[in-house]
């Protein structure tokens, strides 16, 4: 792998098998296997044959309308899923930003969440004592710091979680519509925080519903449907291209 | 090796676990040591009036036997859904999910380890025969928390597939606490089925541990291989079944 190269993906396909009658219990299974066994399902294909690279230090985007493989792909580039065939390649230590707050307790303090999600994130012990002042800061939550998570509004808890996880420190960093955080002004201190990552020469790779966000951030992008990529390039065509399929999609 | 990379993960989401389980109750941390102790005052009563059992100590006998048996009990129900309880660390980020299972039977290691702490003093008061034997707790107890991480990782799995697991292994589990020398002496056992019976790996772990906690004696080196033989079997066994299972965890939770 080229040392340029920060993501590279060869020949990705994942698909899904959705049996007509689910069946999640032994039970289930024996009763099944009573009335004759039925186990068909049926195939759906999230991704077919999806080949690209991102280069190290850009920031690219993935569009394409719901349902298009957007979030399997991010899955699949996170080591959540696995992929059926192709290869993944990654050069680089990831952080996955598919949800924000992944594993807090809602029982335990803001700081001993900090330490459990920062370890979830990949942080070692010293790493997060190291930061900790800087966390909270961040966040804003200084007065909170020995207050349980439920007793916290879900906008001061994504604030925790995502000032922890900015912490991480990744070469790579997979967002899924996460930039979307708290309120006007915390919303402007993420996006500045990632536009510092950006100019850090840190690799993103964005899967947005929101063009807009798309075409500020993104030098390239890719614009994919039903599993299959339609376009990719400089994000304007790629942005034109999607309005225009959505719009022939919706006229007929 | 990712019980290297990921230790101050796993001890963590332990330390985490612990301290919800705890805080949980009124009583919190009080109430996981009365627990055995309420259990071996009902089964003394039933089995010394109603059975009229005649065992030396017998107090003594059953907690040991009650304790042995709980971490195997809450240990591996606990464990079972460490991953469908825990479904955004399974599909919204990867970290092995071996993690998940191993910090949860290690919460259930130290609430063990604690019982255990609970009965050193009861085993001077009742006037059990306390010899420095009784230092071979933490041997022992290592080999059966291999035991129970291994039979864990198999269960926790395939929790994730069937989902009224749990169901099940409430019924072994049931059938286990009579199968194994808990509430009655093992001389309650016809001879002619004892070499099956000893078979049961948790006699085997049961009866080592009266032997060092209330007898004073050594446990012997042919049990405590055979328990240690049957501790790695199962991790390996458990992580092989885990690995082949854990591809589709994210799709099926």
Same mark, same amino acid.
């Given at each position: ?8 993906v060869e ?11 689910r ?104 790493e ?20 349980k ?12 979680a ?89 006229g007929? | ?28 941390f009080?109430?996981?040591l ?5 259990? @071996? ?6 089995? *010394? ?12 006998y ?15 129900? @606990? ?29 259930s ?10 009965? *050193?003093?009861?085993?001077? *008061? ?59 002496? *093992? ?14 790996? @948790? ?11 209330l007898?004073?004696g ?36």
């Amino acid at each position: 792998m080229n040392s340029d190269e920060a993501i590279m993906v060869e020949h990705l396909s994942k698909e899904f098998r959705i049996p007509h009658d689910r069946k999640v219990t032994v039970y289930e299974h024996i009763v099944g296997l009573l009335k004759g066994g039925n186990y068909s399902y049926e195939r759906f294909s999230a991704l077919d044959d999806v080949s690209f690279t991102v280069k190290r230090g850009e920031t690219f985007g993935v569009i394409g309308p719901n349902g298009s493989g957007k979030s399997t792909l991010l899955k699949i580039l996170a080591g959540v899923l696995y992929p059926d065939s192709g290869k993944v390649r990654v050069n680089g230590k990831i952080a996955p930003f598919l949800e924000l707050g992944v594993g807090f307790q809602p029982d335990l303090t803001a700081k001993e969440n900090i330490f459990l999600y920062g370890s979830i994130m990949g942080l070692t012990r010293k790493e997060i004592a190291k930061r900790y002042d800087e966390i909270l800061d961040f966040a804003e939550l200084r007065r909170f710091e020995n207050m349980k998570l439920k007793n916290f509004s879900s906008g001061m808890a994504v604030r925790l979680a995502f000032a922890t996880a900015v912490q991480t420190d990744p070469d790579i960093l997979l967002v899924d519509e996460v930039l979307a955080v708290g309120d006007e002004a915390f919303q402007r201190k993420c996006s500045e925080k990632i536009e510092e990552i950006r100019r850090q020469g840190k690799t993103i790779l964005i899967v947005s519903h929101a063009l807009g966000t798309v075409q500020e951030l993104c030098e390239r992008c890719m614009l994919l449907k039903n599993g299959k990529i339609l376009a990719s390039g400089e994000t304007g065509k790629v942005v034109e291209e999607y309005l225009r399929i959505s719009a022939a999609g919706s006229g007929m | 090796m990712w019980l290297v990379d990921y230790r101050d993960l796993i001890w963590n989401l332990t330390i985490s676990d612990l301290k919800v389980k705890y805080q949980s109750s009124v009583l919190g941390f009080a109430w996981s040591l009365l627990n055995p102790l309420l259990m @071996m005052l009902v089964l003394y009563f039933v089995f *010394i009036n109603v059975f009229r059992l005649d065992q030396e100590n017998f107090a003594l006998y059953l907690l040991i036997g009650i304790i042995v048996w709980r971490f195997l009990a809450n240990g591996t129900t @606990m464990a079972m859904g460490s991953i469908v309880g825990r479904p955004g660390l399974v599909t919204k980020l990867y970290i092995p999910r071996q993690i998940l299972v191993m910090s949860s039977v290690l919460s259930s290691f130290i609430s063990s380890i604690l019982e255990f702490a609970v009965l *050193i003093p009861l085993l001077f *008061i009742l006037g059990a025969k306390v010899t420095p034997n009784i230092l071979f707790f933490p041997i022992v107890h290592g080999i059966y928390f291999l035991i129970v991480y291994g039979a864990s990782l198999v269960l926790a799995a395939f929790f994730v597939y069937f989902r009224d697991l749990n169901q099940v292994w409430d019924v072994v589990m049931q059938a286990g606490f009579f199968l194994s020398p808990i509430v009655y002496p *093992i001389s309650v056992i016809p001879a002619a089925f004892l070499d099956y019976y000893m078979l049961n790996p @948790m006699t085997v772990l049961i009866e080592t541990y009266r032997r060092f906690l209330l007898y004073g004696g050594t446990p012997s080196p042919m049990g405590l291989f055979f328990l240690l033989a049957v501790g790695v079997v199962m991790v390996a066994a458990g992580a092989l079944v885990f690995k082949r299972l854990e591809r589709r965890f994210a799709e099926e939770i």
